[in-house]
């Protein structure tokens, strides 16, 4: 079978169809994403809402994408070439702008701060320059997007992964043989089960994969439903409205509301994680307490709704096929102190 991905053409049988998509994303998705974000860290600093300047920049690569479209290709390739468009491997360049601009309020915290008080960190550890290295090379920065408070990674998991999750639905969608949804997800989950998440940092992250659905949703969002953001005219692609990154952005791509699963065990990063994370989370029950925190979370409560992706992963939680990251929930954890 023949499939074409952006400016692409991939060959894929139908016999071993599922091995094949997905050993090809995993491929591609090994090369994107290896940072991580303590949010804990970040409790108490107030942030200026990022989204006016994101959208700012984020629809200027859109416009600069689209107006490069062929006028002929289908709506499913522009969409693609859209998502792809913000680059689909680490650092982006759109990653790289908001890291290198004044115009996005960020929350970094220092370096021996961080190994003093992260979750993340051995504080007995007699830190060599290496360890320090990766650990400094593996924090991401924290922002505010409309009220949720979320890190650089989710970004490029949105766009990026985002991408993948649409790639993985368009091949299932054309072979008709497997629920092209959950074979977005599957892409997701298996990265997370190893080389996004596992292999590369010691994290599961159910932030990382929300955001790469909503990506996703995007992607969808460009073609389907009764306001499509793309149009074909005469003249070619065209986007009918403004894009606003805050219709995507919920509270589950904030990791410390959202919990992730965390591995013991080598990792690129050099730092096993879980007993580090269990043994450094009751340090914050302080902070969780606080009036700051449970005004945000509140907050989060009152906007949430639960993606498809969030039921879907959820139900395979409570089977026992994924990770329960509740033994990391800090609101457990606190209640038990």
């Known amino acids: 079978m023949q499939f074409i991905i952006g400016c692409g053409t991939f060959h894929f049988m139908t016999r071993n169809f599922n091995r094949r998509i997905l050993n090809f994303l995993l491929t591609v998705s090994s090369l994107c ?24 920049k984020i629809n200027e690569i859109i416009n600069s994408t689209v107006q490069s479209l062929p006028k002929d290709c289908s709506c499913e390739v522009a969409a693609s070439k859209v998502l792809s468009g913000f680059g689909v491997s680490l650092n982006s360049n759109f990653e790289k702008w908001i890291k290198e601009t004044d115009k996005v309020d960020k929350f970094m915290p220092n370096i021996d701060l961080a190994l003093r008080e992260s979750i993340f960190s051995d504080h007995n550890s007699k830190w060599s320059q290496i360890e320090r290295a990766f650990f400094t090379i593996q924090l991401d920065e924290i922002i505010n997007v409309g009220g949720v408070y979320l890190g650089l990674d989710k970004l490029t998991h949105f766009t990026g992964s985002g991408f993948l999750y649409y790639q993985a639905y368009r091949i299932s969608k054309k072979a008709g043989n497997v629920d092209p949804i959950e074979m977005a997800i599957k892409v997701g989950i298996i990265g997370e089960k190893t080389v996004i998440g596992r292999m590369a940092t010691g994290v599961f992250s159910y932030g990382d994969l929300e955001a790469n659905f909503q990506g996703f949703i995007f992607g969808l969002d460009m073609c ?90 959820d139900s395979l939680i409570s089977i026992k096929k994924l990770p329960d990251p509740s033994i990391f929930n800090i609101k457990y954890i606190c209640e038990d102190l």
């Open 33 to 56: 994403f290896c940072g991580e974000v303590d949010h804990y860290l970040s409790w108490g600093q107030t942030l200026e809402d990022a989204s006016p300047i994101l959208n700012v």
């Open 224 to 313: 389907a439903g009764v306001d499509p953001f793309l149009r074909h005219s005469e003249d070619g692609w065209k986007f009918s409205r403004p894009f606003d990154i805050k219709a995507y952005v919920n509270p589950h791509w904030d990791e410390s509301y959202n919990p992730s699963f965390y591995f013991d065990g080598l990792n690129l990063m050099l730092m096993p994680k879980s007993t580090a994370a269990l043994n450094n989370l009751p340090n914050f029950c302080e902070g969780y307490r606080s009036s700051y925190v449970q005004k945000l979370f509140h907050y989060y409560d009152s906007i949430l709704t639960k993606s498809m992706s969030v039921n879907h992963l």
